[in-house]
């Protein structure tokens, strides 16, 4: 009886520790539509209408999206995998003909965190905004 009740135990054991639940941020990623994929730099001052002194882009590869800032280059998945609030779950896109949208979900808020609007094969526009023009490089 010794013996069922320890195989028994070492069973439950080897089982319950036979697979890893991996819900870490390792997996997260995102997949920009074609029609977005490149560089998109903001040439003018969505306020005053001037150019810009400041630099300032977005980088869209086939499986993440960089924020470009004065020589500064920010991953978007990393900065993700980097922050212990977000889960696999909680990072996602959407994408049409014409949208790219990332949704961030926390703390119950499911929220659009970046959103794009193609104008034109050279033009996008950062969500709602009218003069927040990109220009495709």
């Known amino acids: 009886m010794k013996k069922i009740t320890l195989i028994l135990l070492m069973s439950i054991f080897i089982l319950s520790c036979s697979k890893d639940d991996d819900t870490s941020n390792s997996?997260?990623?995102?997949n920009p539509p074609?029609?977005?994929q490149g560089t998109w730099v903001m040439e003018v001052n969505p306020y005053t209408g001037a150019e810009m002194d400041t630099y300032i882009a977005y980088k869209f590869t086939s499986n993440n999206m960089y924020i470009l800032m004065d020589g500064l280059e920010t991953n978007f998945v990393e900065m993700v995998k980097a922050d212990p609030s977000f889960t696999l779950s909680d990072i996602y896109d959407v994408s049409t003909s014409t949208t790219y949208t990332i949704h961030v979900k926390?703390?119950?808020?499911?929220?659009?965190f970046y959103e794009f609007i193609k104008v034109s094969s050279n033009e996008i526009k950062e969500g709602n905004s009218d003069n927040s023009i990109y220009i495709k490089q």
Not at 27 to 30: D, E, L, V
Not at 106 to 112: K, L, N, P, Q
Request: charged share 15%; glycine share 14%; proline share 0%.
């Open 106 to 112: 926390g703390s119950g808020i499911d929220m659009v």
């Open 27 to 30: 997996k997260i990623s995102i």
């Open 34 to 36: 074609s029609w977005i």
